[in-house]
C-alpha cells in the first residue's frame, strides 16, 4: 500500500506518478532493468567511482598537502586537540592577520586520527580514505537522486520509494565518473570538499525524512528538521560550502513539498491579484515554521563563524583573484561571468584540468570588444533558456526537475561565485564538487528528454554510454597526474602556460631534484610572466647564491623585498648572500630586519650566529645561536656551531655541557656525536669518545672525518693498530684529506720505529 505525506491529498497524485515514471522509462534502452534493483544500483555506482580514482591509491603527499598535512603541527599528537578549534585548515592561528581563516576543524581531526593510525605520514593510508569517500558519497547520491526525479513518497510503513530508478543510477554514475573531481578525491586537502558534500547530502536526507511523520508526530518532524541543520553544521565545519544545504532543503520544500508554482506567484503579484492574499503558502504553518528553523539555524552559523574569524575577512593579493582589484565595477563583473563560465565549461568538458588557474593564467577581460564575451554570452543564454522551462513548463514534473537541478548547481556555488566576499581564486576544480550533482541531474533530464523525442534510441544509448566510458578513461589518466607533483606541474604548463606559479612550481620540484640548470629556466620564466613574483626571485636569488652568481642574487633578493618589505625569508637570504661578498654590515641589518618580520626565526638566527662569527664576535655568534635553539630545540647545525666555537676557543668544559644538552634533545644526530666526541677526546676522556665515534658511525658509516678523528683519537690513546684501521678507511673514503695522509704518515713512521726497535 502506498501513500504520501504532508497534506498532499490523493487527487491528482497518480497522474503525476504516470508521468515520473513516464520520463524514467525513457531510458530503459540505456539503464538495464537488470541493474535498478537499490542494491545492484549502489554496486554499480561503488565499483565505477572507485575504479576512476584507484590509481592515486599509492601517490604522494603533492602541492598543497605539504602545507596542510605534513607542515601542519595541529597533525602531531602533541598539539592539544583544543588548538584545532583555534587554528585554521592551514595550522596557523584565526587571530593571526595571515590567516586565511579557512576553518575546517572537523577535516583537520580526520587528518590527525589518519597519522595516528597509519603511524606517520604514509600517503596510501590518507588517499584510501578520500577514494572511499568519493565512492561513499556517490552511493549516497542514488537516493538522493532519487527524491529530485522521483519525488518524495512512502509506503504505508514509511519506507521511501524510489520512482525513478533509471534516473538516478545514471546521474549517480555522471557523478561517480567526473574527472572535474580528481582534485578532491586524488589530492588528500580535497577531503574538505568529500566530507563537507557528504554531510551536505546527509542534512538534505535527513530533511526529507521530516515529510515521513504524520500531523500528528509534529513533534518528530521538527526532530529531522534540527537534525539537518545539525548536519549543515557539521558540513560547515568540514568546508564552508557546507552551509548551502540550507538553501537548497528550502528550495526542495518549497517547490516540491508545497508545490509552490513560482511563476503563478509571480503573476498574481505583479496583477495585484486578490486571491494571493490568503494564499495556500502562507496558510501552511508547517512550512512557515520550517523555513524560520532553517533561516535562524543559517544565520546562527554565520554569527558563530563570522565570530571565530576573529580579524574579518582573510586578506588576499591581486594575483589570487585579479579581477576582484580591477576599479571598473563592468570590469569585474564581465570577469566574473567569464569566470562562471569557464568553470560550467569544466563540467561539459572536463578535459583542459590545472592545479592551479591563478596568476596571469586567465588573462583580464577588459573591454567588451574581447571574444571571450562570447563565452558567458552563451553561458547566460543557456541558463536563461533552462530558468524559462522551470518556470514556464507546463508540466510540474519537468518544473521541478529544471528547478531542483538548477538549485543543485548554483546554491552550493554562491560561495565561490565572488557575490558576497572576495575569494582566493580565480577558477578552482574543487569547488566544482557539490554543483557537478546538479549539471549531472540537469545532462540526464537532458538525455531523457533527448531520447523521448528520438526514435532511433541505440545512438543516444551510444552517446551516454560513450560520455561515461572518456570520462571514467580521463579519470584514470588525471589520477595518474596527481601521483605526483612533477607530473601534476608538468600536465599544468600545457593548460595554463602563462601561469607564474606553473612555472614556478616545476621549477622548484626541478630544484628540489637537484636540477638546477632547468630550474633557473622555468625561475626565470615565471619572473618574465609575472614580474612581482617574489616568491621566485627569492628561489632564483637562493639557486644563484649557492652557484656563487652572488651579484645578481643580491639583485634579485633586493627586488624581492623592494616589492614586498615584510617578506622576512628574502631578508635572511639577502643577509646571506651580502655575508658572503664581506658586506657584513649590510648582512647583519638584513638579518635583524628579517627577525623584525619574523620574530621566531631560528634559522635567521643561526645565520647571524655565523656572521658573527665571521667576524670573531664569539658572545654574540653564542647568543644568536642560543636563541636558535630555543625557538627550534632540534635546531642541529645552531648547536654544532656552539660546541664547535667553544671547542676552538678553549672552552672544553662549556662545550661538553652544550653538547651533552644538545644530544639530550637530539639523541640520534650523528653529527652531534661526532663534534662531543671531539670534546671528550681532548679532554683525554678517551672511552666516552670512543663510544660515541662508534655510535656516529655507525649512523653514518661513509663519513671519512669520522673515521679521520676517531683514528686520531686511538693515535692519543696509543691504540696504534685501530689507529691505522681507521686512518685507512678515512683514506679510502676521502684521498684528498690532507690532514689525515699527514696524521697517517706520522703513524706510520712510529710503527717503523717501534718495529726496528722491537728487532
Known sequence: QVSRQHNAGARGWLPAVFRMAEWDADLDHIIPSAVLPPFWAKLVVGFASLLCFARSYDGDFVFDDSEAIVNNKDLRAETPLGDLWRHDFWGSRLSSNTSHKSYRPLTVLTFRVNYY?????????????NILLHGGISVLLVDVFSVLFGGLHFTSKGRRLNLAPRSSLLAALLFAVHPVHTECVAGVVGRADLLGALFFLLSFLGYCKAFRETHKEGTRSTFWVLLSILLGAVAMLCKEQGITVLGLNAVFDILVMSKLNVLAVVQKVLHKDRSFENPGLLRNGGLLFRMTLLAAGGAGMLYVRWKIMGTGPPAFTEVDNPASFADSMLVRAINYNYYYSLNAWLL?????????????????????GDWRVIALAALWFCLIGLICQALCSEDSHKRRILSLGLGFLIIPFLPASNLFFRVGFVVAERVLYLPSAGFCMLLTFGFGALSKHTKKKKPIAALVLGVLLINTLRCMVRSGEWRSEEQLFRSALSVCPLNAKVHYNVGKNLADKGNQTAAIRYYREAVRLNPKYVHAMNNLGNILKERNELQEAEELLSLAVQIQPDFAAAWMNLGIVQNSLKRFQAAEQSYRTAIKHRRKYPDCYYNLGRLYADLNRHVDALHAWRNATALKPEHSLAWNNMIILLDNTGNLAQAEAVGREALELIPNDHSLMFSLA???????????????????????????????NLAVLYHRWGHLDLAKKHYEISLRLDPSASGTKENYGLLRRKLEQMQKRNV
Not at 117 to 129: E, M, Y
Open 678 to 708: 671531539n670534546v671528550l677526546g681532548k679532554s683525554q676522556k678517551y672511552k666516552e669518545s670512543e663510544a660515541l665515534f662508534l655510535k656516529a658511525i655507525k649512523a653514518h658509516p661513509n663519513a671519512a672525518s669520522y673515521h679521520g
Open 348 to 368: 561539459l568538458c572536463p578535459w583542459w584540468l590545472c592545479f592551479d588557474w591563478s596568476m596571469g593564467c586567465i588573462p583580464l577581460i577588459k573591454s567588451v
Open 117 to 129: 593510525l597509519s603511524g606517520g605520514f604514509h600517503p596510501a593510508s590518507f588517499h584510501a580514505v
